[in-house]
């Protein structure tokens, strides 16, 4: 019984002070711990995970501005060597699943190839290959008839992968990931407003993200005891948070009237909302999220 | 003795069998996308199953310019009895698809306020009511 007693602790010391340890592993058992700590926290997470909207939505309305398609907005695929870590995997498949939407969008073929390969990859550090079928993908992508299948299926992947790695209480890749590709977006649309000054929609839609990044930072908030790396993100979020604060959305409520036409109903909003944000709110935005983002990717 | 071991193994099975007869609300999401209307791009599925529950909720940032559309779909392809409510973030009711005791089985909302929007799936007697519901985007 000594004997046991002996090497059940001689195990616990070696294993405490195990210096193989790999950053991934202890990322990966932290933030379990946290999970574990509180159903009631993973409920929440995936509450407002589910709520934080798609990239697609931006890339749509970039390409409605008529501004050309431009890849030097987006992460390089060549970068993909640089990350080494599962937090800058996470964070940089969210970079690069907003940058694949943007390529779908503009129905750049070849572009989108190089992009599914880098988060072919990239998933597959993250045990989460599986879930791209490399060929239907590449086969929908060199046909632009394919382009709304090409859009479901890839909108489709990431869903999955969002919900399995929630049933795996990988919820925190689920907020990089998200994370990721939400400063993607927010990335590409500073930039195409810059290029497009007075463009009212666009400044609308930047100043809007200040809910969106409220969401975002409450999501973070739940890690940041648990991991340096989410606690620094939180930190750099919420500078960006500041250079928001000088944004007001203002709404108004109104009851809504509708028709229904052929069996949908068509709901007429006469509600509004007002989002006030001068240029140079947008520029320190754009400063920051270039810093945060540079950080990120490099 | 074996009898009674044959039967309890029986009604075990087959309620494991029933149950997960009873609602793949997963699939009947998945069969709700190509059931968006036209133009509309797929944005996320729901699950609709009562399960004892008084109602489902979901919740989506809507963007002022975008026009959403959620859709409902049902087992016999008839989804009277389950009732889609979406509301703002102050949770005033933005549309309801139960009109004058007919159920819509989708709602188009042309958006026109920035936010976070709740959408409730509601039951309307205490049948066991299972559904899968998609959202879609367009600008």
New interface residues.
Partial sequence: MRILIAGLLLALVMACSSPNKSEDQAFADALANTELEGQVISGEVN?IL?????P??IS??LK?TGRKYDAAFLNSPDNLSRYNTNYKRALNLGIYGTDLGYTNIYEQSQDGIKYMATIKDLANDLNIGQFFEMETIARLVSNSNNL?SL??IT??NF?TINHYLQTQNRSHLSVLFLTGGWLEALHITLEVAKANPGNM?LQ??IG?QK??LE?ILHLLSFYKDSDANMAMLLGELERLQQSFDNVT?T???Q??S?E?ID???????????T?VITESDIENIRTMTRNIRAKIIS | MKKLFVFVFSVFVLSGFSSSAQCNAETLSTQC?PKL?SGF?????YKVEKAGKEYVE?????????QY?INICAPDQNADGIIVT?E???R????S?K?DDQY?????????????YYIRYTFDDEASYCGGSALG???
């Fill in positions: 509450d589910h709520r934080i909207p798609s697609l939505e749509v309305l409605e709304d859009l479901l909108t489709q869903n929609q609308e839609t809007g809910i969106i969401n959305i709404t108004i409520y009851p809504s509708f229904v069996g949908v109903m068509v709901v007429k909003d006469n509600s509004s909302s989002v | 996308i209307a791009n797929f944005l996320k599925t979901y919740s989506y940032v809507f963007t002022k310019g975008t559309m979406l703002d973030s102050d005033k009711k933005v549309a698809s009109v819509i089985s989708a709602i188009a909302y042309p958006c026109n306020k920035t936010g976070i985007f367009k600008r």
